[in-house]
């Protein structure tokens, strides 16, 4: 995973310099929620950090990627309340649409999301650390507030089921995020 990223940037920046293109870097920040409603009750929504590059292939179509991290929860688990922790983190492949709309333009996005997941319950023997592939949706919308530089709100879902020590679970999810990006010629 961690050679990925460099090659992905590296693919992105390479797409990029075919042809006159834009290259939009932002983060996004927020909330995140687990589906799962096992876990949910347990551990609830929590923050969702996400930096982000997307490099703008033709009017309005653009190609990118993300890295979101910061989902961390403690919480007591079982009968007996157990000390236990869930942590979440992404690297996400997206194309994104964008539609001008005038002052707002509003967005769709679709892609993959390379999920890495880790649960620690001490008392029950439980330290998983793995990870899976799911969908990634979102829309939002882009306000720009001068010639580079936009305001971004996005809601995004997360498809992603797991099946660790043999039980079905939803850590797929709503992002609910706000944020800035930049935007400047390659």
Known sequence: MKRTIPLILMLLLGVGLLGAADLQVGVLGGLRTVADSGLSDVYGSGLA????????????????????????KEAPIGLFDDPSKLCL????????????????DPYVKA???????SQTIAAAGIDLDESAAGLLLGAGAEYPVGKKVSLIGELGYTLLKV?????KVNLGGFRFQVGAAYTFAL
């Open 49 to 72: 950090i996400t930096p982000f590059a997307a490099i703008g292939l033709t009017k309005g179509v653009s190609l990118g990627a993300a890295f979101t991290f910061g989902y961390s």
């Open 89 to 104: 983190s992404s690297l996400e492949l997206f194309g994104r649409y964008r539609f001008e709309a005038g002052k707002v």
């Open 163 to 167: 099946d660790p020590l043999g039980t």
């Open 111 to 117: 892609g993959v999301a390379f999920t890495s997941y």
